[in-house]
């Protein structure tokens, strides 16, 4: 893994929407009328001219979340991904938005305690091979996301009211129309996590799990009858989508976190394989 490739992989995340992304919001765009479709209008537009112009496609180019998957933790895979957060925050570039939160000092480089936010896990089966998933996280959206410790025989109707609550209580702010990312169980911290690696899933990937694709499928119609719409203009679509990963739990516990993504929903995946890297869209 070079800092340079993963520089180049953040180029791609910040100026080039996913594609599943992209086609859901042309969708939503022939469905809507009025405002609502000149909103999404705009957006496409904005959209085009990011990729055309290699520019990021939000003045707010997140907090850079990775997840590093690879079957082994080599010591040099910290320092490149911190090295090339720094290139990417002026090549790019990165609006320099990490701060000491006490002082509200900033370093300009993107970096600093507990910066870069890398999560790894141990695959044994990508052998020497690693796998970067990289999400870009906006604070418009990451301000609005909330965590539930429910009671358990609240259930499945206690999650839908979670997850409704949240982006009730959200409206435009996140800049809809928003992907839901919910995660259901584990502990409140493993919950959070969840949460997120959801929002990292394409929008035309099942869960595979029955029970967990009618809730999203439940959520998604819940969410869009809310009537927030495009950019909280009032409209029939709110979200995109809504992904759901879950986890077994104490048995006396509910947790659920809802992460909510703005129509920029930033991810990417790079993949070294046999010292071969390759951006995966």
Known sequence: MKSSEVAEAIGVLETELPSDVERALRDLAAKEEGL??????????????????????????????????????????????????SMATGSVPLRANTVNPFTRENEGNNLGRGSPIIHFELDCAL????????????AG????????ML??????????????????????KPCPPIVVGVGIGGTSEMAALMS???????????????QADGLERDLLDAVNSLGIGPMGFGGKHTALGVRVEWAHCHTASLPVAISIGCWALRRV????????FRIVR
């Open 196 to 210: 997120k690696r959801a929002l990292m899933r394409p929008l035309d990937a099942p869960t595979g799990d029955p």
């Open 127 to 138: 052998g020497e091979d690693v796998r970067l998933g990289i999400m870009a996280k906006g």
């Open 36 to 85: 609502a479709a000149e909103v999404l209008e705009i957006i496409l537009a904005n959209i085009d001219c990011a990729k055309k112009g290699r520019v990021p496609m939000c003045q707010d180019t997140g907090s850079l979340v990775f997840f590093l998957s690879s079957g082994h933790c080599r010591p040099g895979q910290r320092g490149a991904i911190a090295e090339g957060v």
């Open 269 to 276: 995946t790079a993949e070294w394989q046999g010292g071969s």
């Open 151 to 172: 009671e358990p025989d609240l259930g499945i109707p206690g999650i839908k009211d979670a997850v409704l609550e949240t982006v009730r209580k959200a409206g435009g």
């Open 141 to 148: 959206s990451e301000n609005v996301g909330r965590e539930f």
